[in-house]
Structures are given as structure tokens and as C-alpha cells.
């Protein structure tokens, strides 16, 4: 079965259409490095709660909206090693995608409270 990797961020209202591009730089690196699919989604029907919700998890201000994203890896080890793949490029910047170089493409958000987890399915239902 597939592994799950999701993200939930908070990301200035103004900063939409350069999440999309920021997103439309840096997704094609998983889909390269073996990942199935990458799914970015724009809060449009994200309730506040009583006791916690989306927004509070990642601190959002009433001038930011919710992203939630994931990417769908074949399975936890191709996951794993194009994870170590991103972390060497962090620690050997030269030699780094040049796609992932934060000064030609920097975050529309603060990746402080973005919040992220991997994930095992245990349910997988499809439809007709």
C-alpha cells in the first residue's frame, strides 16, 4: 500500500497565487524523485472550532487561509529515500536542485507552522 505525507499550513491571503507557483516549482521535484502524486489545496470551507481546528494547529491570523497538501509515494522507503535526497541537498547546497534554492524560489509562508506527518493507510476505498 501507498505512504501519505500531509501538510497543513498557514499562508497569507495575498500570498495565494505565489503559493501556487511556489508549489508549481517544487512538486515536480517529488513526482521525480518517485512520488505518485502531490495534491495542494486551498482552504475554502474551514471551520473555526471550540477546542481546535486547521487554523488553530498552525496558528493562522484572520489575514491567512489554510493550505492543506499531501504527497502519495508507491511506498515508505521511496518516500524515505528521496527524503534523504532533499536532506542532503540542504546540507550540500551546491549541489542542490537548483528549483529548491530559496532565493529564486521562496516560501509564500512560514515554514515554522507549517505542520507535517507521515502517514500508513489502513483504508483505501475508491468509487466506480
Not at 511556489?22 to 482552504?43: M, N, S
Not at 470551507?45 to 481546528?53: A, C, F, I, L, Y
Not at 535526497?85 to 537548483?98: I, N
Amino acid at each position: 500500500m501507498s505512504y501519505i505525507d500531509g501538510f497543513v499550513i498557514a499562508v497569507p491571503k495575498a500570498n495565494k497565487q505565489e503559493f501556487i507557483n511556489h508549489a508549481g516549482t517544487i512538486d515536480p521535484i517529488f513526482l521525480e524523485l518517485g512520488a505518485l502524486r502531490v495534491i495542494e489545496c486551498w482552504g475554502d470551507d474551514v471551520p473555526e472550532g471550540k477546542t481546535t481546528d486547521f487554523r488553530m494547529a498552525v496558528k493562522a491570523t484572520a489575514e491567512e487561509d489554510v493550505a492543506f497538501s499531501w504527497i502519495e509515494w508507491p511506498d515508505k522507503a521511496t518516500r524515505d529515500a528521496a527524503f534523504a535526497k532533499m536532506t542532503e541537498w540542504m546540507e550540500h547546497p551546491e549541489q542542490a536542485d537548483p528549483r529548491m534554492d530559496p532565493a529564486k524560489n521562496p516560501m509564500p509562508f512560514d515554514g515554522k507552522r507549517m505542520i507535517f506527518g507521515g502517514f500508513s493507510p489502513v483504508m483505501d476505498l475508491k468509487g466506480d
